[in-house]
T-cell receptor, first 116, second 114 residues
Framework: DTEVTQTPKHLVMGMTNKKSLKCEQH?????MYWYKQKAKKPPELMFVYSYEKLSINESVPSRFSPECPNSSLLNLHLHALQPEDSALYLCASSQDSGSFRNTEAFFGQGTRLTVV | SQQGEEDPQALSIQEGENATMNCSYKTSINNLQWYRQNSGRGLVHLIL?????REKHSGRLRVTLDTSKKSSSLLITASRAADTASYFCANLLLINTGGFKTIFGAGTRLFVKA
């Protein structure tokens, strides 16, 4: 199983809502990532979890709150978002984030988020 | 900016022709990866070329790396309509917490006409 599963595929939320994006992998990968991608732009790294600990936070606003409950799951909690936060949110995983030997990342299909 | 530059931004070719995309960074290149993305969905890893390699092949893909010029190119030979997608290069940067982060290039949108 080389799949990263993201749910939901589409999400529309109001600026006062609280919602969560979910990501799951069963490849035994110990590094998981959240990326944000705007239309016609490359993905931008938001967070990196390595061995279930937050390793990188790319100065992401606190209205985005990541959580890694276990080695297979990664959540992104959303609260009080702005319309400019509308984007495709991609989750990825890799064997290890600290070694160049295991750098291939497997991406999920993304959650297309619209903030109204 | 650490983001890589890619050219061309968009490329339209006939089926059967070759497609070449170029990528360059201002920072040093460690391990350079190429990804493909269909219609704003997930990215698919195509090929990884390490900093001590100059050329790598995988099926119809050929990747070259010039670390002195901090650049890489991706060649797709005998293109097919199904190759229509966006292609991104990605450089890995080591960070002082011991992990690394992936810095994507701006992307090339390839359109292959049947």
């Amino acid at each position: 199983d080389t799949e990263v599963t993201q749910t939901p595929k589409h999400l529309v939320m109001g600026m006062t809502n609280k919602k969560s994006l979910k990501c799951e992998q069963h490849m035994g990968h110990r590094a998981m990532y959240w990326y944000k991608q705007k239309a016609k732009k490359p993905p931008e790294l938001m967070f990196v979890y390595s061995y279930e600990k937050l390793s990188i936070n790319e100065s992401v606003p606190s209205r985005f709150s990541p959580e890694c409950p276990n080695s297979s799951l990664l959540n992104l909690h959303l609260h009080a978002l702005q319309p400019e936060d509308s984007a495709l949110y991609l989750c990825a995983s890799s064997q290890d984030s600290g070694s160049f030997r295991n750098t291939e990342a497997f991406f999920g299909q993304g959650t297309r988020l619209t903030v109204v | 900016s650490q983001q890589g530059e890619e050219d061309p931004q968009a490329l339209s070719i006939q089926e059967g022709e070759n497609a070449t995309m170029n990528c360059s960074y201002k920072t040093s290149i460690n391990n350079l990866q190429w990804y493909r993305q269909n219609s704003g969905r997930g990215l698919v890893h195509l090929i990884l070329i390490r900093s001590n390699e100059r050329e790598k092949h995988s099926g119809r893909l050929r990747v070259t790396l010039d670390t002195s010029k901090k650049s890489s190119s991706l060649l797709i030979t005998a293109s097919r309509a199904a190759d229509t997608a966006s292609y991104f290069c990605a450089n890995l940067l080591l960070i002082n917490t011991g992990g690394f982060k992936t810095i994507f290039g701006a992307g090339t949108r390839l359109f292959v006409k049947a």
